[in-house]
Each structure stands twice: as C-alpha cells, then as structure tokens.
Nanobody, 117 residues
C-alpha cells in the first residue's frame, strides 16, 4: 500500500531551523502534488505549503512565507520542508500529503515539531 513516512521533527529553540523529509513508496510520486500540513493542539489542521508534481509551482501559508521552503526530489520520491526562523507558534504535528488530480489522497503519520527555549 501507499506509504508516506515523515522524519526530521524534534525540539528546537526559537530562531532555529529544522528540515522535514517525507519519503513516499508504492505510488507514482512524480504524478502527485505534495503538501505539508500541520496541526497544533486544540486547533484544526492547516495547510503550510504545497508543491506541484513538477516542482515548478509552490504556495505557502501567509504565516510561513519567507521562512519555510518546500522542495521535492522526484528521483528519490521525497518532499522536503526547510523551516527557518522558527517560532513557538510553529509548534505542531507536521503531516505530509500526496494528492493526485484524478484520485488518490494519502497522508503520513506525522512528525512532531516543538519550538521552545
């Protein structure tokens, strides 16, 4: 079955950086738009960033513009989220999502990111 496995989360101080990775298997990875979502305690899941299947188009939530960068390596079936200048409000579980226009919507298990001094 399709698997999306996130890694790279952890505890970081405010102003620090983390790089999340999401490796996909058993799917035509290069055909899927890939996204990162996050969910903080007591809040709804929100879209953080999305990248097109080719990697030529990206979009970001206003709250992370200029600080986060989404990228992908289709040869490695992996999408990344580089997170810089982290703030306590970035604390959340981060989820990877793969979506195909003609059907197919898959989620990873999530990775915890905690920004605290």
């Amino acid at each position: 079955q399709v698997q999306l496995v996130e890694s790279g989360g952890g505890l970081v101080q405010p102003g620090g950086s983390l790089r999340l990775s999401c490796a996909g298997s058993n799917l035509a990875f290069r055909s899927y738009a890939m996204s990162w979502y996050r969910q903080a305690p007591g809040k709804e899941r929100e879209l953080v960033a999305v990248i097109s299947s080719t990697g030529l188009s990206t979009k970001y939530a206003d709250s992370v513009k200029g600080r986060f960068t989404i990228s992908r390596d289709n040869a490695k079936n992996t999408v990344y989220l580089q997170m810089n200048s982290l703030k306590p409000e970035d604390t959340a579980v981060y989820y990877c999502n793969a979506k195909y226009a003609l059907g197919g919507d898959f989620w990873g298990q999530g990775t915890q990111v905690t920004v605290s001094s």
